[in-house]
């Protein structure tokens, strides 16, 4: 239907990295709370525990699942979808664009992509429909989808008159981030998880 996948992009490696810190972020905050509960005390005097903190650790996950569910649920299958699985997917006759969530996939054959043009020299391209929709396309090795652009006769502004515009991407994807790490500290904080322990 679409053709052999011929190219993937990936999120670049300054977002992956805020992804991770952010991960480490809320893995340490997990840990601290979980050394803290009163269930966790209980359980280690009980069980007359000599020192052994991060294997009780993983004794108490194993026996009270519900804020480690939540952990993965909330923060760790996010990250990793993000930072890894995501990503504008080049085939022969069409490009896929991931809008965010996999049902607001997007296909866009090559006849309807009207024009790309050069965001950074080596990280961003936007490209623009017919329709009149953009789409930047931000990778580490963006020659690669330029490449198969212009395979498909696709013509292509490569001077960096835009951008500024990939400066304002930047710039709300990370106030988006800031903002999805307060609410989810705020719900950890209140204690409104999923699923109870």
């Not at 990936?10 to 509960?37: E, G, H, P, Q, R």
């Not at 069980?47 to 519900?66: A, C, H, M, Q, T």
């Not at 996999?102 to 936007?126: E, G, M, R």
């Amino acid at each position: 239907m679409l053709g052999k996948k011929l190219y993937k992009t990936s999120m670049l490696w300054a977002f992956k990295f805020v992804v991770l810190a952010l991960v480490l972020f809320f893995l340490n905050d997990f840990y601290l709370d979980t050394i803290t509960d009163d269930r966790f005390a209980k359980m280690v005097t009980e069980g007359g525990s000599r020192g052994r903190r991060f294997l009780d650790f993983f004794e108490f996950i194993l026996k009270y699942p519900g804020d480690a569910i939540s952990f993965g649920l909330m923060i760790l299958l996010p990250a990793i979808y993000f930072a890894f699985i995501r990503g504008v997917r080049f085939f022969e006759k069409a490009v896929v664009v991931n809008r965010g969530i996999p049902f607001f996939n997007q296909t866009i054959p090559y006849d309807q992509v009207k024009t790309f043009k050069l965001l950074h020299p080596k990280l961003a391209i936007s490209m623009h429909t017919k329709s009149g929709d953009a789409f930047v396309i931000a990778d580490e090795h963006v020659e690669r989808a330029i490449a198969i652009l212009d395979q498909h006769n696709i013509q292509g502004d490569l001077g960096q008159s835009d951008l500024m515009k990939i400066f304002a991407n930047y710039k709300k994807f990370v106030v988006f981030i800031a903002s999805f790490v307060i609410l989810l500290f705020l719900v950890r904080k209140l204690g409104l998880y999923f699923f109870y322990s």
